[in-house]
């Protein structure tokens, strides 16, 4: 058992040293050797037994002493920790390239590859941004949403459908929402968008966004853009949105009108009623396939969701 | 101060490197350290004068020959042979060995007289002769205790047509030295020649050639401060001239022509081609070394040590000595095993715990081992440079391995 453990072991330090390289080479003639039922002579293993002994007797003789008597059950429990240390290490990497973070989908703590917690941090409704508190991924869903009055980039015939929820003042979304166009858009994918403002001063671009959309649904996806992308320190600005919508080709005044008018204000609040009932709890939170997936994921992560793992050979 | 004090400086092996403790370096009996006089001169050669010897005429070649030249005579010195042409430069003991066992004109039914403990370089060219020529090998016990049995040479010699009794002078399994003059005397008087592999004998005591009137000697030059692949060969001239070319080539004929040739006389019949100047001006360097201590020195500092470590390892439970009980008569050489306890184990364990280096197995006796069962050992070899407070090291991790283990 000690063989296969060293085989592993000596096989890693063997990349960096030539001696333990050797030793790789010895130990997988013993564990070839144990695996066919012949006899480890090499004494490979006697060998680092009498290494590691040596090693351990010069700072406890007890600890040498226990080592001695029980190498063979504590090398058996160190290989089932190895085989569990090895399966949580590739089911983490698994995770970590199909979901963004190693312990799963929307999971936070620590992940290796992503140590700062980039990919699972999201703004938090009715919160600062940003805040990484977690909900509950297990309620959040489309059923029972009516998604008929949102903003909608029609896919192709039997297209996927994306829903985006996100905030033109939270950082994860704007961070998000351009992969999330690039993903819609390479695999003509259906893209619906529910603004959910996090922040409160973003509450009249709900309304600016619902005017702009009755205004004209082709142009909204360009004034979409530019709002995500602009400097969200003057999104409070009317005089800056209103630029904005002219850039898009909208009737800026018009859309004005619109956002200020009673029924846009009674609509937008059923349309953010209808939005919280996904109960989610973040921006931006993206439903693909069914699967809600909330934080900035990597754009693999969206794309596999959508394509599944083979994604880049489609 | 005592000798290893004095000397220790002109070993860099022995100074603490790469962070760690100074190696314990008893495995002497494989291979000895070089002092810096030995390695500086290797290094002289291929940094002044890295050429041929005898072939060519310009001033380096001169050199060289010069210096191979003053290498031979001091090696003839050393041993006190009669002339510097009986000084034969090998690879190494088993280079000599096999060029003696390959060049005497053996009969069918010829007997070489081996003792029950040879190393294999003077047991397995001994084999081969019998097989090729119908020779016979005949093994003489040793007592009990290891020692030579003199009584049981004295009938093996009257037991047939001796032609060849090759002996190990001093054994490298235990450290006894036999008694090789008597040896020689009742040898001779059957008629029989004598070989002697005594590399473990010169590089502790003082060998006189022809005191000893032994007719063969070899011994190897690593084991006595020299450079690795080195060795010497000395015979008798009157008997080198009448053996055979061993191998044969360049530098071993004076002309040649394309169905014959006239073959040198000794040495450099027996020496073909290229020879290891450097090896062969780094052996007279250990021997220049060796003789600035004294033998004196070198058996007092060994003797010394071997009393310390035998009477330590005799107060460790399960430890067996292999030899006689007495360390005076093991030289510099302490052969032990644990029982229940491998001794490659115990090896590596002291190699790892304390940069003790020693030997484990059966080291090249095998035959010893196999005919009593015994599984292997290990053994400490001392030599001039090593210390008392190395041996207390030495056993102390012992002890500890014992207690572990």
Redesign the interface.
């Known amino acids: 058992m000690f063989c296969i453990i060293a085989f592993i072991v000596l096989s890693i330090l063997g990349i960096f040293s030539a001696s333990n390289r050797q030793l790789a080479r010895e130990a997988l003639d013993c564990v070839l050797r144990r695996v066919t039922l012949r006899p480890c002579t090499t004494g490979f293993d006697e060998k680092m037994k009498a290494k590691i002994l040596g090693y351990v007797i010069t700072r406890s003789e007890a600890g040498a002493r226990f080592l001695n008597r029980y190498f063979e059950p504590l090398s058996w429990i160190f290989f089932f920790l190895l085989v569990g240390s090895t399966f949580f290490a590739v089911r983490g990497v698994y995770l970590y390239y199909t979901t963004g973070s190693c312990n799963g989908l929307n999971q936070g703590g620590f992940c290796v590859f992503d140590p700062t917690g980039q990919n699972t941090q999201f703004s938090g409704v009715d919160e600062s941004c940003p805040v990484s508190s977690e909900g509950n991924v297990l309620n959040l869903t489309l059923e029972g949403v009516d998604l008929g009055g949102f903003p909608k980039l029609a896919g192709n015939p039997n297209a996927k459908s994306i829903v985006f929820i996100g905030s033109y003042g939270c950082d994860y979304s704007r961070k998000a929402y351009p992969m999330i166009r690039r993903l819609a858009q390479k695999y003509g994918a259906e893209l619906v968008f529910l603004y959910y403002p996090v922040k409160e001063h973003s509450d009249y671009l709900a309304k600016v966004g619902y005017c702009a959309y009755k205004q004209d649904p082709q142009k909204f996806w360009d004034l979409n853009d530019r709002l995500f992308a602009a400097d969200k320190t003057r999104l409070e600005d009317e005089a800056f949105v209103q630029e904005l919508l002219k850039a898009s080709g909208f009737n800026a005044q018009s859309v004005q009108f619109c956002a200020k008018d009673f029924q846009t204000e009674w609509v937008v609040k059923q349309q953010l009623a209808e939005v919280r009932k996904t109960n989610f709890y973040g921006t931006p939170t993206v439903f693909i396939r069914n699967e809600a997936l909330v934080g900035p994921k990597p754009y693999r992560v969206y794309a596999i969701a959508l394509e599944g793992l083979l994604y880049w050979l489609k | 101060m005592d000798i290893a004090a004095k000397i220790r400086a002109d070993f860099p092996t022995l100074e603490a490197r790469d962070g760690r403790k100074p190696v314990i370096y008893f495995d002497n009996a494989c291979q000895t350290l070089r002092p810096r006089q030995v390695i500086e001169t290797i290094q002289r050669y291929y940094q002044e004068f890295p050429a041929c010897s005898g072939r060519s005429m310009h001033r380096m070649a001169a050199e060289v020959t010069r210096e191979v030249d003053q290498a031979r005579e001091r090696v003839a010195k050393f041993l006190n042979a009669g002339r510097k042409e009986e000084i034969i430069f090998t690879r190494n003991t088993t280079e000599g060995v096999n060029l003696i066992a390959s060049t005497l004109n053996w009969k069918t039914g010829d007997v070489i007289l081996v003792s029950d403990k040879e190393h294999n370089s003077n047991l397995i060219p001994w084999q081969m002769v019998a097989k090729r020529h119908g020779a016979i090998l005949r093994i003489v016990r040793t007592c009990e205790d290891n020692t030579f049995d003199m009584e049981a040479f004295e009938q093996a010699l009257k037991a047939g047509p001796v032609r060849l009794v090759a002996m190990g002078y001093t054994s490298n399994l235990d450290g006894v030295t036999i008694p090789a003059a008597e040896i020689i005397k009742r040898a001779h008087r059957q008629g029989a020649l004598v070989f002697l592999d005594a590399a473990q004998t010169v590089p502790h005591q003082r060998v006189n050639v022809r005191a000893l009137d032994v007719d063969f000697l070899a011994f190897s030059g690593h084991k006595m401060l020299g450079p690795s692949g080195t060795g010497v060969l000395y015979g008798k001239y009157r008997l080198l001239e009448q053996l055979e070319p061993f191998l044969v080539g360049g530098d071993t004929v004076s002309t040649s022509t394309y169905d014959s040739c006239q073959f040198l006389p000794p040495p450099e019949k027996f020496e073909a081609g290229l020879q290891d100047y450097a090896g062969i001006m780094g052996l007279a360097a250990a021997v220049q070394y060796l003789q600035s201590i004294g033998y004196e020195a070198i058996e007092k500092q060994e003797r010394m040590l071997n009393e310390f470590l035998s009477e330590g390892l005799e107060e460790i439970p399960g430890v067996r000595i292999i030899g006689p009980s007495d360390p005076r008569l093991r030289g510099g050489i302490i052969s032990f095993y644990v029982e229940g306890i ?1 001794h ?11 940069n003790i280096a020693v030997r484990s197995g059966q080291h090249c006796v095998h035959s010893w081992f196999n005919a009593r069962g015994v599984i292997g050992s290990v053994r400490a070899s001392v030599y001039v440079y090593n210390t008392l407070e190395e041996a207390k090291l030495f056993l102390d991790s012992l002890i ?2 014992r ?3």
């Open positions: 491998d490659h184990r115990i090896a590596l364990m002291l190699d790892q715990m304390a500890k391995i207690k572990v283990l």
